[in-house]
């Protein structure tokens, strides 16, 4: 699916350092289904390598809440 392949890109983004590429295929894989807690788990972790801690928690929070 769709949602897969946005995975995919932002996890190889963010094996490579590309920590804002991965929060933009993260983001567009979350414009499609909101409800895909390890998009939002990958999402933090690409916020928190940027330092952006807020963006972070909230991103984790809402992936606990989805996958507890």
């Known amino acids: ?6 995975y995919i890109c932002a996890m190889a983004s963010y094996q490579l350092g590309q920590f804002t590429a991965a929060i933009d295929f993260c983001d567009r894989g979350l414009e499609i289904s909101n409800q ?14 940027l330092g952006k801690y807020d963006l972070a928690m909230k991103d984790y929070h809402e992936g606990c809440r989805l996958f507890p």
């Open 1 to 6: 699916t769709m949602v897969e392949g946005y």
């Open 36 to 49: 895909i807690a390890v998009l939002f788990q990958l999402r933090a972790c690409a916020n928190m390598s």
